[in-house]
C-alpha cells in the first residue's frame, strides 16, 4: 500500500510502500512531552522502507526512557515531529498523525500506560504493558 505523509507546514513529505510491522501508543514520560499531554501513536516500519519526496528533516538526538540513543526528526520549519529512530533497532517509529490518512493506523498495543497521566484513559482492546513490552509480544 502507497502512503504518504508530511509535516504541517509541507516543508516535509515522505512515503511508503511498505505495511508497518505493527502500531503502538506509547505513554511514556517524553513522549507526553512531545504530544502536549497524551500518548505518541506511531507504526513502526523498517528502516530505509521511508523515503523524502520533500526536504530533509533536522534530526534531535537523546536517550530515550527505554535507554537506548535515539533520533527524532523534526521539520525545522514548523517543528513538526516525524519519527523517530532508536539506534540498534531495525525499525523507525513514524507518528501515524504525519501521514495524510491514518484511520486504519490505530494502535494494536499500549507501552508505558504506568506513565500515563490518571486523567488519560488508556482504552481496553489492545494488550496493555506498564513499560516495554517483552520482546514476544513486539511487531514481528
Ligand atoms: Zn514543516
Known amino acids: 500500500m502507497h502512503r504518504e505523509g508530511g509535516c504541517a507546514c509541507g ?3 515522505f512515503e511508503t510502500r511498505t505495511e508497518p510491522m505493527g502500531t503502538g501508543a506509547c505513554h511514556c514520560r517524553d513522549c507526553q512531552k512531545f504530544t502536549g499531554g497524551g500518548p505518541n501513536y506511531v507504526a513502526l516500519l523498517p528502516k530505509g522502507s521511508v523515503t523524502l519526496t520533500r526536504g530533509e528533516p533536522s534530526l534531535a538526538r ?5 535507554g537506548t540513543m535515539t533520533s527524532r526528526a523534526f521539520c525545522a520549519d514548523c517543528g513538526t515531529h516525524l519519527w523517530g529512530m532508536p539506534e540498534h533497532a531495525p525499525f523507525m517509529t513514524v507518528k501515524v498523525g504525519a501521514f495524510d490518512s491514518s484511520n486504519d493506523l490505530g494502535p494494536q498495543m499500549h507501552i508505558y500506560t504506568a506513565s500515563a497521566p490518571a486523567w488519560h484513559p ?3 482492546e489492545a494488550p496493555c504493558f506498564a513499560g516495554m513490552p517483552p520482546m514476544d509480544a513486539r511487531a514481528d
Open 11 to 13: 516543508a516535509i513529505r
Open 62 to 66: 537523546a536517550r530515550a526512557d527505554s
Open 122 to 124: 488508556v482504552p481496553g
